[in-house]
């Protein structure tokens, strides 16, 4: 599915999404509302985020049925999620009318076409890295649009809003293949590992996916110079790099990292700036680094841009601190790939904690077949270590795969590490408040309900230390 000729959003539309609550349709319905569209939607179970938009004026509606699209007297277009089937009542109502059906990668180069985007892509990082440019583009005098994945604190705390500046800044998601949804006036490439293969059919399809996205933007374009296959598909397009490797244009030097932020310096072709970044661990500073690298590759004040990044709030989910109990701190990170992993626990470690314990929910059957082995590797920073289940994210088991995958390879490169296989959340609940001690750092990992720990030890901890 690919947008109509005549779905011009810079004129009013009347748009209905189907299962508008998700993360990606119901930014999408923010800046439909927000720019002068009329819009209605439904979803299949009520919630805060549908709430939210019907306070932005739009219509949202619990369940779905073809009455919704039957009862709108005049409609543009149905926007529906990946995960909505074609027989959905309302596509088939849809269809029946004669009105188009897009998904995301359809509704998507509509809005770029009024505000052109600066798109975030990468297998991680791009939430926070979209966020960033953001803030460093508020900094240097802008004020994007933008969509990202989560909520952003430092952003109003939402995860999208139309403004008035002169771009869209996306987070690029290469699940679905929307991430080559254009016009793009600038990119940014954090870094290429093997995820969502099943979509693309192979590592090298979805390099080449990669490799399409640079080059067909119209505008400046960055790379991880420390990430291999960001920096050799960077060199094929000829981008712009940043990173603290060797030789990179927009080079991170002088790092200090600390519990709660780090320090350093970029050096670029044209300037060079010192930032002070309220995010912990070496992955955050990269992030910050290619948001100014874009920022100073379109030719914006990119020591305004560091500036602004002096007070950036973070991004839900995201090295997020939840609190403190009995003298252990806890926080939470989304990661849930073994590099993001390895980053969030890395930058755990640099807090100074007496012991960092980590608890990680491995997410989708279909990722931890994959990726089991890599995972051994993921967590040399954890002092302790609580190995759960598999979250299925609406996937169906597949024999044999379990997070007891993840127990074996993580033995094997780490043979004496304190380390509890614990299936059930109930349980790593119950062992951690027995097991924790003043000093500790907890971390929650993961994509899936493993969130929901942290929480729990606090609400415990208060208790048994009242």
Known sequence: MSAPPDLDLSAPRRVHLVAIGGAGMSGIATLL?????????????????????????????????????????????????????????EVVAA????????????????????RPLLSVAGTHGKTTTTSLLVAALRGAGEDPSFLTGAPVAALGGVAAAWRPGPWLVLE??????????????GAIVTNVEPDHLEHWGGWEALKDGFRRFLAGTDGPRVVCADDEVAAELGAESGAATYGTAEGSDHRVT????????????????????????????LHNALDAAGALALVAEL???????????????????????KGVAAGVTVVDDYAHLPTEVRAALAAGASGGYGR????????????????????????????????????????????????????DATLDH?????????????????????????????????????????????????????
Request: glycine share 12%; no cysteine.
């Open 254 to 281: 002088d790092l200090e990292l600390g519990p709660d932020g780090s320090r350093f310096r970029v050096v670029g072709p044209g300037a060079t700036v010192d930032v002070a970044l309220p995010l912990p661990g």
């Open 172 to 185: 690029a998601d290469e699940s679905d293949g929307s991430f080559l949804s254009g016009p793009r006036a």
């Open 356 to 407: 960092v314990v980590a608890v990680f929910q491995p997410h989708r059957y279909s990722r931890t077949q994959a990726l089991w082995r890599e995972f051994g590797e993921a967590f040399g920073d954890a002092d302790l270590l609580v190995l759960t289940d598999v979250y299925p994210a609406g996937e169906a088991p597949r024999p044999g795969v379990t997070g007891k995958l993840l127990v």
């Open 95 to 114: 269809h029946d009318r004669g009105v188009p059906v897009l998904r995301r990668t359809g509704l998507l180069p509509a809005l770029a076409a009024v």
């Open 299 to 321: 030719g914006l004040d990119v020591a305004a841009a560091a500036a602004g990044l002096s007070d950036f709030g973070g991004v839900a989910r995201r090295f997020e601190r």
């Open 33 to 89: 509302a927000q720019s002068g569209h009329e819009v209605s939607g439904s979803d299949a179970v009520d919630s805060p985020v549908l709430d939210r938009l019907r306070n932005l004026g739009v219509t949202a509606w619990v369940g779905h049925d073809a009455g919704h699209v039957a009862s709108l007297d005049e409609l543009d277009v149905v926007g529906i999620s990946t995960a909505v089937p074609d027989d959905n009542p």
């Open 414 to 466: 780490h043979p004496h590490r304190p380390l509890a296989w614990m299936p059930s959340l109930d349980d790593v609940v119950r062992y951690l408040v027995a097991a924790l001690r003043p000093g500790d750092l907890l971390m929650t990992v993961g994509a899936g309900d493993v969130t929901t720990v942290g929480p729990r030890v606090l609400e415990q901890l208060e208790a048994a230390g009242a």
